[in-house]
């Protein structure tokens, strides 16, 4: 019986040797596919961890350069809307100045023109034509003013029936300044426009 023992247990010493072999093999060979696999897959998620980071890197730079040229469109219209204030300003400080030198005039021509026309005398109409852009005729004798002289006083129309010189040259140099400043804004805004339109 003890030969069937060492017989046994030869045979069981055998299998389970070749059991311990066949278990080393598939140890081994599942080692080596799982390594295997994770390799392969590390290796696509590294590919897709790239191709992530470039997509990402060529959107970043697309928002960069639209961001770069919205700043260049925004700078250049600040810039536009500065010069043209800026001529605006002393377009405006040019038309104050104009109204001082014109209010002289007025006053000058109705001093010159004095209390003997029952309207606007040679030199205020000269005025009042100035006043209102129109350039002044070579020959202007102010013959056309003369038409209302008065020989005398009772012959003068009542002060309801008219303005007086001075009210009627105060409101040309009211009206030509108001249409110097309307051009002076509808050329700024034409630049302005025009100035855009480069862009």
Not at 10 to 18: E, M, P, T
Not at 73 to 100: D, I, W
Not at 109 to 126: H, N, W
Not at 137 to 162: H, L, N, R, V
Request: glycine share 10%.
């Amino acid at each position: 019986m003890l030969d069937l023992y060492r017989v046994a247990a030869g045979h069981a010493v055998r299998i389970g040797a070749i059991a311990l072999s066949i278990g080393l093999a598939g140890w081994m060979g599942y080692s080596a596919g799982t390594s295997k696999t994770t390799r392969v897959y590390e290796a696509r998620l590294a590919r897709q961890d790239a191709d992530h980071a470039n997509v990402l890197r060529v959107a970043a730079e697309a928002a960069t350069d639209t961001l770069g040229k919205a700043l260049v469109t925004q700078q250049f219209y600040a810039s536009e809307a500065h010069r043209v204030g800026l001529q605006l300003l002393n377009t405006q400080a040019a038309l104050a100045k104009t109204k001082e030198l014109l209010y002289a005039q007025i006053d000058r021509a109705v001093q010159q023109d004095g209390p003997r026309f029952t309207g606007l005398g040679p030199d205020s109409l000269r005025v009042y034509r100035a006043h209102l852009g129109y350039a002044a005729a070579s020959a202007d004798t102010g013959a056309a003013a003369d038409a209302g002289d008065a020989d005398q006083a009772s012959q003068a129309a009542s002060a309801d029936q008219g303005l007086p010189p001075a009210d009627l040259l105060a409101h040309a140099a009211d009206y030509g300044e108001w249409c110097q400043r309307l051009e002076a804004r509808v050329d700024a805004y034409i630049q302005l426009h025009q100035g855009a339109g480069l862009q």
